[in-house]
């Protein structure tokens, strides 16, 4: 699956090939029709979103079905 992740802050995250992650067993799977950066991911790259590490996949907000 495509992914984006900060590697530095003050950078724009970066494309990355990843491997499908599965669900455990009481986890679900959801197939993303669409999703999006928001101002949580701006913040995120300027350093100002606290407890976020380095390597953190971008666009918390996406929507698709189970």
Known sequence: MKS???QEIGQ???QIEKEMPLPAA???????KASALNHRDV?????L????RLGATMGADGCGNR
């Open 49 to 52: 979103y606290p407890g976020i």
């Open 12 to 14: 724009l995250p970066v």
């Open 26 to 32: 009481d986890e679900a799977m959801v197939h993303l």
């Open 43 to 47: 913040w995120i790259t300027k350093g």
């Open 4 to 6: 984006y992740i900060i």
